[in-house]
């Protein structure tokens, strides 16, 4: 259970931040329509948790919510 002043910062927090975001947040999502029409060179995803020495995938890899990103990206 968190005690009383960890949950005011964290309300504080999560306030500020989205307060943050909404500036910069002033375009809207592309529609199908308009992707098709622009001749995009590359698709930039930004932030990752690395997960180490993942057998699976022969070395390090992405995990959570990164790895999803990565794959909606592709």
């Given at each position: 259970?968190?005690?009383?002043?960890?949950h005011?910062i964290?309300?504080?927090?999560?306030?500020?931040?989205?307060?943050?975001?909404?500036?910069?947040?002033?375009?809207?999502?592309?529609?199908?329509?308009?992707?098709?029409?622009?001749?995009?060179?590359?698709?930039?995803?930004?932030?990752?948790?690395r997960?180490?020495?993942?057998?699976?995938?022969?070395?390090?890899?992405?995990?959570?919510?990164?790895?999803?990103?990565?794959h909606?990206?592709?």
């Open positions: 259970m968190c005690s009383p002043w960890r005011s964290c309300s504080a927090l999560a306030s500020i931040s989205g307060a943050l975001m909404s500036g910069l947040e002033t375009i809207d999502a592309l529609a199908e329509k308009d992707i098709e029409l622009i001749d995009a060179q590359a698709i930039v995803v930004l932030g990752g948790v997960r180490t020495a993942a057998p699976e995938y022969g070395g390090d890899t992405l995990k959570g919510i990164p790895l999803q990103r990565v909606y990206a592709a």
